[in-house]
């Protein structure tokens, strides 16, 4: 069941989005207000970044930046014209991650996703009900 996933974590990471591991608390939770297996945003300081959750592949959040997200978006275009298929437009596409990102109301921390917010390697990954 993991294969689709798998499959687009590959295309993902050759495209310039990073695989971002959801092995603390709070980074599994935001993973899971995510729909899984669908390219979504959250806006940050820096402009939005394009998210794709992935709890069955790897257990991650796979995030990119504007470059990435086209890099994918010519990458599926020449998938889809080699197979004789209609691109998707870039105009359907991002009304649906805006949709999405509207239906979303759980707060979006980024600390959460910093280097230094992950615990020490002696201490528990997931603490259910719990403080570290």
């Known amino acids: 069941p993991a294969e689709p996933y798998l499959n687009k974590g590959i295309l993902l990471s050759q495209a310039g ?7 603390t608390t709070a980074r599994y939770a935001m993973m899971n207000t995510l729909p899984p297996g ?55 596409e991002l009304h649906s991650m805006e949709a999405e990102n509207r239906r979303d109301t ?8 910093s280097a230094n917010a992950d615990p020490g390697c002696n201490q528990p990954r997931h603490v259910i009900g719990a403080e570290w």
């Open 38 to 92: 669908q390219l979504t945003f959250r806006p940050s300081t820096s402009g939005p970044v394009y998210l794709y959750a992935d709890p069955i592949g790897c257990g991650c959040v796979y995030m990119g930046s504007e470059a990435a997200y086209q890099n994918l978006r010519e990458t599926n275009n020449a998938r889809a014209q080699n197979k004789k298929k209609q691109p998707v437009s870039a105009l359907d």
């Open 17 to 23: 989005f990073i695989a971002r591991p959801a092995d």
């Open 106 to 113: 759980a707060w979006w921390d980024w600390s959460a996703w």
